[in-house]
């Protein structure tokens, strides 16, 4: 309940506070600058009033439409789940992509009678989240207000701003291993 309040304070509310600002502010200067509170609106011209409501309406619908859409669904939904192998994952790759490190990872396999399994295609997996270039850490994700996303390092301090999150950019970096894999692991 904390991260919705969290988020509507930091997305909602900030972005109206802000649209109500802008009168009180020039409300404020009239009184400072004439002496009387509705001098500078009464002197604006009502075209300048038309043309800013054209304006900052729609933005202001749009905006807080778009993020009131898109972001919770982006921060704390339960992303795509991923079964977890009962012996865990080996990592056998890692792939630098869109300035981090993605690991490639298969299913630990256990000896049978027949010795151990060949991982193929079908097995690989990305981890998620993507890792620290300089220092190998996991990364945090938080989605920015006004473009994409933030990834940070909890240790080091590298920062990264990127379109799209971690799970979109796992399609491209999925692709990139499947090819990996093709050429290291396929018989030629």
Same mark, same amino acid.
């Given at each position: 309940?904390? !991260?919705?309040?969290?988020?509507?304070?930091? #997305?909602?509310?900030? =972005?109206?506070? %802000?649209?109500?600002?802008?009168?009180?502010?020039?409300?404020? !200067?009239?009184?400072?600058?004439?002496? &009387?509170?509705?001098?500078?609106?009464?002197?604006? =011209? %009502?075209? @300048?009033?038309?043309?800013?409501?054209?304006?900052?309406? =729609?933005? !202001? @619908?749009?905006?807080?439409?778009?993020?009131? /859409?898109?972001? $919770?669904?982006?921060?704390?939904?339960?992303?795509?789940?991923? %079964?977890?192998?009962?012996?865990?994952?080996?990592?056998?790759?890692?792939?630098?992509?869109?300035?981090?490190?993605?690991?490639?990872?298969? $299913?630990?396999?256990?000896?049978?009678?027949?010795?151990?399994?060949? $991982?193929?295609?079908?097995?690989? &997996?990305?981890?998620?989240?993507?890792? *620290?270039? &300089?220092? &190998?850490?996991?990364? /945090?994700?938080?989605?920015?207000?006004?473009?994409? #996303?933030?990834?940070? *390092?909890? /240790?080091?301090?590298?920062? /990264?701003?990127?379109?799209?999150?971690?799970?979109?950019?796992?399609?491209?970096?999925?692709?990139?291993?499947?090819?990996?894999?093709?050429?290291?692991?396929?018989?030629?």
């Amino acid at each position: 309940m904390k !991260a919705v309040g969290k988020w509507l304070l930091e #997305h909602l509310f900030l =972005p109206i506070l %802000l649209i109500i600002l802008t009168p009180t502010i020039m409300l404020i !200067a009239s009184q400072v600058f004439t002496g &009387d509170w509705a001098r500078l609106f009464a002197a604006t =011209p %009502l075209v @300048v009033w038309v043309i800013l409501a054209i304006i900052l309406i =729609p933005w !202001a @619908v749009y905006a807080i439409h778009h993020r009131i /859409k898109h972001i $919770p669904g982006e921060n704390w939904s339960l992303k795509p789940l991923r %079964l977890q192998p009962p012996e865990g994952w080996e990592t056998i790759n890692n792939i630098k992509h869109a300035g981090v490190i993605w690991q490639v990872r298969v $299913p630990i396999r256990t000896s049978t009678f027949r010795g151990k399994e060949v $991982p193929t295609l079908n097995d690989l &997996d990305i981890e998620i989240p993507p890792r *620290c270039p &300089d220092c &190998d850490t996991k990364l /945090k994700q938080a989605k920015s207000f006004w473009w994409g #996303h933030i990834w940070k *390092c909890v /240790k080091c301090g590298f920062r /990264k701003r990127n379109r799209d999150d971690w799970f979109t950019e796992e399609r491209s970096v999925i692709l990139l291993a499947e090819r990996w894999f093709e050429e290291t692991h396929q018989p030629k």
